[in-house]
Structure formats: C-alpha cells, structure tokens
C-alpha cells in the first residue's frame, strides 16, 4: 500500500541485508532507507557494505562509529553483529517476555495520508480491529478538512476511548503553527510530532512552551550525532516527547543515548519503526521491549509491504507479537551468506 505523508508518496522501499558468517553461525541485519529522510547517500551504500563485508573476511577491525554518516547502514552493521553473537539463534536478539513469546507490544494504529474517504476507511477498520490508539498524518489536505476528519472521531470516542496522535511531519508553517495548535487542542489530542521543520530550534522551543498540545521531536533529532549537540538540543528545544527511530539515528546506542538524556530531563519517549522489513523491525521491538517503556509503541509498518520477509511477526488486536507457530524464511538468509 502507498504511503504519503505530507514529504511525499511511498510507493516502493529500497533494503540492503548485511548477512556475516563466521563458522556455521550468521548475523542478519537491515539497512533500510527512506528517501528524503534518511541521512545515508544511497549511491554509496553497496560500495560500503562490500567494503565492510571484505574487512570482515579479512578479520579487520570494523570501526562502526565511522559511519555516523550513514545511520541506517550503521544500524544494520550493529544489529548484524548482534545477531551474529547469538549463534544459532540469529533472530533472537534480546531477553523479554516479548522474545519469548510469552507477551505482545502495544502499538499505535497508523493511519496514512489520503482523500477523506481513504483516511476515514483505515480508522474505519483500525477501530474495527481494535485500535484504542491512533496516529494520524496529517499536513497533506487542507487543514479544515483535517480538523473536521478528527472532529468527528473526536465526537464519536471521548478521550478515555480512544487516544490521538498526530503527525505533522513539519508540514506547519512557523508563522501559523502555534494558531493550529490551538485549535486542534481543543480535541485531547495526546501528541503531534514535528510540527515544524526541523532546524529551527528556537521557534520549535517557543511552540513546546506553548502549545496546548505535547509536542515530539521526529525529525529533529536526525543528524545530531554528538552528544554534547544533543544535550543542548534537548535543553533549547525542551519537548514533550521524542520519537526514536534507531535506523535513522544510527542504531541502538545511539538510541539509548537520546532515551538516556530523555529521561534525565523527564522526558518521555516511544520508539517508531521506519518502514523496515519485518527483519527491521524484529530488532527494534525485540529492544524496545526490554525498555519497560508502557507508552504505545509505532511498530505496525512492517506489515505494509506486498513482498515482505516471513517472519513470525504478528499483529493481533492492537499489540504485535512473536508466534510459535510462524517461522523466519531462512532461505533467504543462508543463501545471501
């Protein structure tokens, strides 16, 4: 299914798989680009990873902090190894009562940019399926029509209900942000992430203060791979929530970085999928779910593609889960290795 947001219409994702054998075990990782959004220059992506995978068959050292440039490529060279520790068990990447099967993730439902009846259709079946939280993208109509599409959810499902997300994906002007804001405050809504475009710190500090709606930093914090930087950005900025996509900010430490200097400054976090395969995003719910993190989590994109990996990824009602009776298609893997 195409995705649009306010940036642009998805309707193809490119993925390179890092697979590393040593012995007869394997490491899978995925590095998954989104055009316009990820940081990583596609057109050199195949020439680092084989320039990686031969140091790797060399036994050189692999610096992985090098590619702080290339963030998605960096995720998948960290979840590679991580999964290739794990010997036999290449999928298993962390210990939970979700990785064990025993537990589901509570997540969001997505609802994608589209004419009214398109958007009005997919709340349709969300609701159906038992969503009590929804993510709307927004930006992409005219806002008048946007305001009367969450109206009229909001007139049929109060608060304690059914829960409301919005994301912007920057698509406000800095001059009416704050006026929107206002009025879609008037509707509960939990959050909107990146009212804004990214990069303008100061205006986005001034709409944190006042909007009477939590604002989340998305888009903001990509590219920011200092520490020092994302401290002062956390500090100027002062937002409600982050929005942490380990493939666009270059993997798990890097995540639990942000989350680290989050939740120093009592600020709370999910964690978002960004379109990976179900390899993808069965790392990041794998990590996510040791975070003991109760928010609703944004990890149902996976199950958007028509050609996708088998996995045992599943959503049932509003949580995803790893079943016993699904298996991985390791065919795929081992002939890549």
């Known amino acids: 299914m195409p995705g649009k947001t306010s940036r642009d219409v998805l309707s193809k994702k490119d993925s390179w798989f890092l697979v590393l054998k040593k012995n007869e075990n394997y490491g899978v990782g ?6 316009g959004l990820s940081l990583d220059n596609v057109d050199q992506i195949e020439s680092e ?29 960290e979840t590679a190894f991580l999964s290739l520790e794990r010997n036999n068990s290449p999928f298993h990447l962390f210990d939970s009562d979700f990785t064990n099967k025993q537990k589901g993730i509570f997540i969001n439902g997505l609802i994608w940019m589209g004419d009214i009846e ?33 109206k009229k959810l ?38 909107i992430e990146q009212p804004i475009m990214p990069n303008q710190q100061q205006e986005m500090a001034k709409l944190c203060e006042l909007s009477p709606i939590p604002i989340a930093l998305d888009e903001e914090l990509i590219g920011v791979n200092l520490s020092s930087e994302r401290e002062k950005l956390l500090d100027t900025i002062n937002p409600h929530f982050l929005i942490v996509k380990p493939s666009l900010l270059g993997g798990f430490k890097d ?23 179900n390899v993808g995003l069965n790392s990041i719910a794998q990590w996510v779910s040791t975070k003991n993190n109760e928010l609703r989590q944004g990890l149902g994109t996976g199950m958007l593609f028509s050609n996708n990996i088998q996995s045992p990824l599943c959503i049932e009602k509003d949580a995803i889960f790893l079943k016993e009776h699904k298996k991985w298609d390791l065919n795929f893997f081992t002939r890549q290795a």
């Open 30 to 35: 995925e590095c998954s680009i989104i055009p």
């Open 154 to 191: 909001r007139q049929k499902f109060s608060p304690d209900d059914l829960e409301i997300r919005l994301d912007a994906n920057g698509a406000f002007c800095k001059n009416n942000a704050l006026e929107k804001l206002e009025r879609l405050g008037n509707f509960f809504i939990h959050s």
């Open 118 to 150: 398109f958007m009005e259709k997919q709340i349709r079946i969300k609701l159906k399926n038992g969503f009590n939280c929804l993510k709307l993208k927004i930006g992409g109509l005219d806002f008048e029509t946007e305001m009367s599409l969450i």
């Open 255 to 277: 995540s639990n970085e942000w989350i680290h200097f989050a939740e120093k400054r009592n600020i709370k976090w999910w964690a978002t999928s960004a379109l990976e395969s």
């Open 49 to 77: 990873l084989n320039q990686l995978c031969k140091d790797f068959s060399m036994g050189n050292q692999i610096n992985i902090d090098k590619y702080d440039l290339f963030p998605a490529l960096k995720f998948s060279i």
